[in-house]
Nanobody
Framework: QVQLEESGGGLVQAGNSLRLSCAASGGTLTNSAMAWFRQEPGKDREFVASINGRGTGTNYADSVKVRFIIARDNAKRTVYLYMYSLTHDDTATYYC????WGAGEYSSEKYEYWGQGTQVTVSP
């Protein structure tokens, strides 16, 4: 059983930065892809970024490419999402996800475990 706990969300002004963290308990991290998704009320969950088990491969949604960076520290069992140049369109609940044996797919259906989410609100 894998448990994920996100932290680091909050209210920021447009143009500023935030770092989200996702702490994982259970599971073998070096074999597992992890990802960040986000969701606004009334909308589908949207892929943001993913990283493979050893941190050697990443994927990003076009909307965040260049502005966001995903990274992981398996020794700390933590995945990070560094978000720069935030805009109001980045406002959402951000979820961490875990895919045992995955490579960092874009589809939410590939991920077996999810955190509870952390709210990011960017004021215009």
């Amino acid at each position: 059983q894998v448990q994920l706990e996100e932290s680091g969300g909050g209210l920021v002004q447009a143009g500023n930065s935030l770092r989200l963290s996702c702490a994982a308990s259970g599971g073998t991290l070096t074999n597992s892809a992890m990802a960040w998704f986000r969701q606004e009320p009334g909308k589908d969950r949207e892929f943001v970024a993913s990283i493979n088990g050893r941190g050697t491969g990443t994927n990003y949604a076009d909307s965040v490419k260049v502005r966001f960076i995903i990274a992981r520290d398996n020794a700390k069992r933590t995945v990070y999402l560094y978000m720069y140049s935030l805009t109001h369109d980045d406002t959402a609940t951000y979820y961490c996800a875990f895919d045992a044996w995955g490579a960092g797919e874009y589809s939410s259906e590939k991920y077996e475990y999810w955190g509870q989410g952390t709210q990011v609100t960017v004021s215009p």
